[in-house]
């Protein structure tokens, strides 16, 4: 593995994780839910009276980016998949995050904060998954 050092973005990535974090906090200290963002989604399906909290976290996961093309410009992203391949893998991420009781937003940064020994083992378990299944499309398969 090689470093593109000039495309090597530290303060942004600080800043993001910053973010993130603050945004973690704000929802805890503000209406004492976790920032699990399969959670706050399913919560919506079907709608329940808490669908207000919910509409407003995901909009402001949406408007984000349009608040960051403010500051610097946003990064060219590629995807080297197609449809099928990209269904799949949403269905896969979905059927994993209902079976690990959340996603990693939820695990891994509200979980592991708080000491969650179950959150850890989620967080490990959702980073060796993404190593094998990186490891077998690339040199398995040979996608």
């Given at each position: 593995?090689?470093?593109?050092?000039?495309?090597?973005?530290?303060?942004?990535?600080?800043?993001?994780?910053?973010?993130?974090?603050?945004?973690?906090?704000?929802?805890?200290?503000?209406?004492?839910?976790?920032?699990?963002?399969?959670?706050?989604?399913?919560?919506?399906?079907?709608?329940?009276?808490?669908?207000?909290?919910?509409?407003?976290?995901?909009?402001?996961?949406?408007?984000?980016?349009?608040?960051?093309?403010?500051a610097a410009a946003l990064p060219v992203v590629t995807?080297?998949?197609?449809?099928?391949?990209?269904?799949?893998?949403?269905?896969?991420?979905?059927?994993?995050?209902?079976?690990?009781?959340?996603?990693?937003?939820?695990?891994?940064?509200?979980?592991?904060?708080?000491?969650?020994?179950?959150?850890?083992?989620?967080?490990?378990?959702?980073?060796?998954?993404?190593?094998?299944?990186?490891?077998?499309?690339?040199?398995?398969?040979?996608?």
């Amino acid at each position: 593995m090689t470093i593109d050092w000039a495309a090597f973005t530290p303060w942004t990535a600080i800043a993001g994780g910053a973010l993130i974090g603050a945004a973690a906090v704000l929802l805890m200290l503000g209406a004492g839910r976790i920032a699990g963002i399969s959670g706050i989604l399913g919560g919506l399906l079907p709608p329940d009276r808490h669908a207000g909290w919910r509409l407003v976290f995901l909009l402001g996961l949406c408007v984000s980016p349009w608040l960051y093309r403010l500051a610097a410009a946003l990064p060219v992203v590629t995807i080297d998949a197609g449809t099928g391949r990209l269904i799949a893998a949403g269905l896969l991420v979905g059927i994993g995050t209902r079976y690990a009781s959340g996603c990693t937003s939820g695990h891994g940064v509200c979980g592991l904060s708080r000491g969650s020994r179950r959150s850890l083992v989620a967080t490990a378990l959702f980073m060796a998954a993404g190593f094998v299944t990186v490891y077998a499309v690339r040199h398995v398969i040979g996608a």
